[in-house]
């Protein structure tokens, strides 16, 4: 249900107070879990996706904020190896939108994943021998992303070569911001993943900043339906999702201020230190 504009925010700004909806966090810590997009959430938009990184301090926060939740983790489209060099074991990892998983520091992958491998592989060759000029190809294992960011004018052929590789080879095409994927016809994204990592918990809390969050934040419904709490964060960043933001119950500018958020939980809920 879309929120009105008195939708809370959560800030970077010197004096701004967490959010009221954030104290269910606090009362019962061990039973809540902190689950996390990466690019455009913890990560500003770069030009080279491998030099994003997380804000300044936010790794450290989230590992000391790792024993007191009961869970702490990131949910990504970006691939586990990726993810693994950026990212402790202390923190729990789903890269490919839940195709590659990380708890505890063991990897699981997706029981069909392997075999759509040498597929993605195949068809990753064909995109950048005869894809549109200006279109940046990024294999990601058992997915791949097509990017116009850099030429936004090629859009319309983006999407016109992907569904013609989806065609060809099988796999679903779904849209991210300023790109398309291709993945396996598997039933997994960051909903079915959440699903998984968020069992036994009485409180979630998701941040994320694109359309490929929104099944998150329909998981979220299930925890709520079961008498749990589901706290959805929208980031905006300059080229927001409004259906996103609209399904938030806390809206936040920028990856900076989610930073700011995760600054304060550990403040509240661990020793200095």
């Given at each position: 249900m879309p929120k009105s504009r008195t939708t809370p925010t959560i800030s970077a700004a010197p004096g701004s107070r967490l959010p009221k909806i954030f104290e269910r966090v606090l009362v019962s810590?061990?039973?809540?879990g902190l689950f996390l997009d990466f690019d455009g959430t913890l990560s500003d938009f770069v030009d080279d996706p491998a030099a994003a990184r997380p804000h300044d301090g936010a790794v450290d926060d989230l590992v000391a904020l790792a024993p007191v939740l009961g869970r702490v983790a990131i949910m990504s489209g970006r691939p586990l190896a990726f993810l693994e060099a950026v990212f402790p074991t202390?923190?729990?990892?789903?890269g490919l939108y839940g195709l590659e998983i990380r708890v505890g520091g063991v990897r699981t992958d997706h029981d069909q994943a392997g075999a759509w491998r040498e597929v993605v592989d195949d068809i990753a060759s064909m995109a950048r021998a005869r894809g549109p000029e200006g279109m940046r190809v990024e294999p990601k294992g058992v997915s791949l992303t097509l990017h116009y960011r850099e030429h936004p004018e090629i859009e319309a052929e983006v999407r016109t070569w992907a569904a013609t590789l989806a065609a060809?080879?099988?796999?679903?095409?779904?849209?991210?911001?300023?790109?398309?994927?291709?993945h396996p016809p598997i039933e997994a994204d960051?909903?079915?993943?959440i699903t998984q990592l968020a069992d036994g918990l009485d409180v979630v809390v998701y941040a994320g900043d694109d359309?490929?969050?929104?099944?998150a934040f329909?998981?979220?419904?299930?925890?709520q339906a079961a008498g749990g709490t589901g706290i959805r964060i929208a980031v905006r960043n300059a080229e927001?999702?409004?259906?996103?933001v609209a399904a938030a119950d806390v809206v936040a500018e920028c990856p900076a201020d989610v930073a700011a958020l995760l600054r304060t939980l550990r403040r509240r809920l661990t020793r200095p230190g």
């Open positions: 810590p061990s039973t809540a202390a923190i729990d990892l789903s060809r080879s099988g796999l679903n095409v779904r849209s991210a911001r300023m790109s398309v994927e291709l960051k909903g079915t993943a359309v490929g969050d929104l099944p329909g998981a979220l419904d299930g925890l927001p999702s409004e259906a996103l």
